[in-house]
């Protein structure tokens, strides 16, 4: 970057416009300080006063404040700092001296608080060693360190290899069906806690308000439920709410025009030869449906597998606006690498105004949603998994963040429906092998 010399000058030897003002209003040359600045940050003089008498005396009087000849040179021309120069570091290490015995008597010291820093830092990195460090982290142990940002934690979990509960099991334990596969025929069969009734509280809000949502998870961790479970509840309750949902099998292929046929299927809005005639007509719709009393919800699944491009196109769609009201609310639906993709810079434009909502495991409600699976197909479960087994199941669940040495290893919570479901079918499979009819704590811990 281009500066003028003067103003570097000016920097290097901390002089300020005022002081060179005062200076040349004491040799009896007028210069505003406004003048002074446009010359020192834009070379640009004006046209009427004696820049050769005013360019001598700034320069004699830097010259008094101790300006060098280097500096002094070209002094009014334009300047470009030399970006490889190397700062001047104006100290040095001082010789290490020890503590006298007459400082230490004078102080009234009874030992040097200084002389045992090695045999500390020995002991520490002994004790460090001791608890497993390795030779790497104790090289260069007391010196500063920056902590590499892509350094991944080390977690301790490994999803189970999903298992189907066998006919022999379900002979066993005299189940009419399995009660983990294909198993929600209807409202009964769902398993709902605080944080999904939350979830479909605001999908059905972003239809009201024609907000954006992206709720996001695990696989297996329940997003397809609450998705049925919402369609469901608006084709019951809310008649006044328009769904739109993209018919594209391959996410990665839905495009504009899938956007735009999706709204034209859903509005029934005849086919136009254009696109500009298409989504003209798409606008005027989804104004004539508001004004009708209709809401409308975009609810697109699988949308991790969505194009920049298409989000970026979601963001201008949901921008349309009837009076202060916008016309259509958005919600995507995907795994977690969704959360990924919409914290990229190319983006932010949609990201920013979208409520991003991660879906939870089932925590504390393991027991409880283990009896009510059993209870749908007619099973008490508490007759077949003792109280501890229950709790041990959700402890097959359960893993470990290590951060490392610098940071507290961190709870990991897998407890999803498909993970519960899959140990349930292991513990279950297992027992009916070796013909055990309760399944107990030890039982679960060795499946």
Not at 28 to 36: D, E, Y
Not at 306 to 311: E, F, G, K, M
Request: hydrophobic share 40%.
């Amino acid at each position: 970057m281009k500066i003028t010399k003067l103003s570097h000058v000016f920097e290097v030897l901390g002089v300020k416009q005022a002081q060179v003002v005062k200076a040349l209003a004491a040799k009896g040359l007028k210069f505003s300080k406004a003048s002074l600045s446009r010359v020192a940050t834009q070379a640009d003089w004006p046209k009427t006063c004696d820049s050769k008498a005013i360019k001598a005396a700034i320069a004699e009087y830097l010259k008094e404040l101790g300006a060098t000849s280097e500096q002094l040179t070209d002094l009014f021309t334009w300047y470009e700092p030399n970006k490889n120069a190397q700062p001047e570091v104006e100290y040095e290490d001082p010789e290490p001296e020890m503590l006298t015995a007459n400082a230490k008597k004078f102080f009234k010291l009874r030992r040097d608080p200084f002389e045992n820093e090695k045999a500390i830092k020995a002991a520490i990195a002994e004790y460090l060693k001791e608890l497993g460090a390795t030779s790497e982290q104790l090289t260069d142990l007391f010196t500063w360190y920056e902590p590499n940002k892509n350094a991944q934690p080390e977690v301790e979990y490994e999803d189970p290899e999903p298992e189907m509960l066998t006919a022999n099991a379900k002979k066993f334990f005299k189940l009419r069906r399995d009660p983990f596969e294909n198993e929600i025929t209807s409202e009964d069969d769902l398993f709902l806690v605080d944080a999904h009734r939350i979830i479909l509280e605001d999908m059905l809000t972003a239809a009201n308000a024609g907000s954006m949502i992206a709720l996001y998870g695990e696989c297996g961790s329940g997003k397809t439920i609450i998705r049925r479970t919402f369609i469901h509840q608006v084709q019951q309750d809310h008649p006044d709410v328009i769904l739109i949902q993209p018919a594209r099998l391959d996410r990665r292929k839905i495009t504009a025009e899938s956007i735009s046929t999706a709204i034209c299927r859903a509005l029934q809005i005849k086919h136009k030869p254009s696109a500009e005639e298409r989504d003209a007509a798409i606008e005027e719709a989804l104004i004539e449906s508001a004004n009708n009393g209709h809401l409308h919800l975009m609810v697109i699944d699988e949308a991790h597998d969505l194009s920049a491009d298409v989000i970026k196109l979601l963001k201008r769609i949901w921008e349309l606006t009837h009076g202060f009201r916008r016309v259509m609310g958005i919600v995507l639906i995907g795994q977690s690498e969704l959360a990924k993709k919409l914290s990229g810079q190319h983006v932010r434009e949609f990201s920013w105004r979208c409520n991003q909502i991660r879906m939870q495991p089932l925590g504390i409600y393991v027991p409880q949603y283990i009896r009510h699976k059993l209870s749908r197909v007619g099973v008490d479960a508490d007759k077949i998994f003792t109280e501890d087994a229950l709790s041990a199941i959700r402890g097959k669940c359960m893993g470990r963040i290590r951060h490392g040495i610098a940071l507290d290893d961190a709870e990991l919570d897998r407890s999803y429906p498909l993970n519960v479901n899959t140990w349930l079918a292991k513990a279950m499979n297992a027992a009916a092998q070796i013909g055990e009819q309760q399944i107990t704590e030890s039982l679960v811990l060795k499946v």
